[in-house]
T-cell receptor
Framework: AQSVTQLDSQVPVFEEAPVELRCNYS??????LFWYVQYPNQGLQLLLK??????LVKGINGFEAEFNKSQTSFHLRKPSVHISDTAEYFCAVSYSGGGADGLTFGKGTHLIIQP | GAGVSQSPSNKVTEKGKDVELRCDPISGHTALYWYRQSLGQGLEFLIY????????KSGLPSDRFSAERTGGSVSTLTIQRTQQEDSAVYLC????????????FGEGSRLTVL
């Protein structure tokens, strides 16, 4: 079965420090990759996505992610975090370009920014 | 509207009662999804509608759960004889079904079953 693994359920980081949130997926076939962010009491917003082309993608709020096909990873990074980045981050993979059986979410990583 | 709209935003009900949750997707989006988000469990897929095709109900946890989508737009998720384990945030998302499969989410309906 297809799966997405976010190894860290919580990541505490000091403000202005760099952060990396890890995401690995199970398949090596052609995929589309997404990171979503969920701020407290809100729905999910798209942070960034990889469809094709450059393996380094940039998203909103200074986040970026790198697609590594050989390691089946799509880790999310930010060089300097802010208090406002405190949120739940979800990695998602689409294996067939959409449809219920093609979109799989990880369990999420709670990013906690400490002053 | 500009985004996916869900109502109610909060619902508290007694065990055994029926509840209905509503989702109004982005205009023109043909695909609609319902997910359940429980604390620490990530997103659990419930049901998927695509245009006029029969819905994919493979994620519904029991026969107490059902959903319909009228006129290819608004969707209602119904939970009958609610149980305490049904307490969760129910998220709706829609998609224009571009090859990317990107989803646009509503803010969710928080259900608490006492």
């Amino acid at each position: 079965a297809q799966s997405v693994t976010q190894l860290d359920s919580q990541v505490p980081v000091f403000e202005e420090a760099p952060v990396e949130l890890r995401c690995n997926y199970s398949s090596s076939v052609s995929v589309y990759l997404f990171w979503y962010v969920q701020y407290p009491n809100q729905g999910l917003q798209l942070l960034l996505k990889y469809l094709s082309g450059s393996t380094l993608v940039k998203g909103i709020n200074g986040f970026e992610a790198e697609f590594n096909k050989s390691q089946t990873s799509f880790h999310l990074r930010k060089p300097s975090v802010h208090i406002s980045d405190t949120a739940e981050y979800f990695c998602a993979v689409s294996y067939s370009g959409g449809g219920a059986d093609g979109l799989t979410f990880g369990k999420g990583t709670h990013l906690i920014i400490q002053p | 509207g500009a985004g996916v709209s869900q109502s109610p935003s909060n619902k508290v009900t007694e065990k055994g009662k029926d509840v209905e949750l509503r989702c109004d997707p982005i205009s023109g989006h043909t695909a609609l999804y319902w997910y359940r988000q429980s604390l620490g469990q990530g997103l659990e897929f419930l049901i998927y509608f695509q245009g006029n095709s029969a819905p994919d109900k493979s994620g519904l946890p029991s026969d107490r759960f059902s959903a319909e989508r009228t006129g290819g737009s608004v969707s209602t998720l119904t939970i009958q004889r609610t149980q305490q384990e049904d307490s969760a945030v129910y998220l709706c998302a829609s998609s224009p079904m571009q090859p990317s499969g990107e989803l646009f989410f509503g803010e969710g309906s928080r259900l608490t079953v006492l």
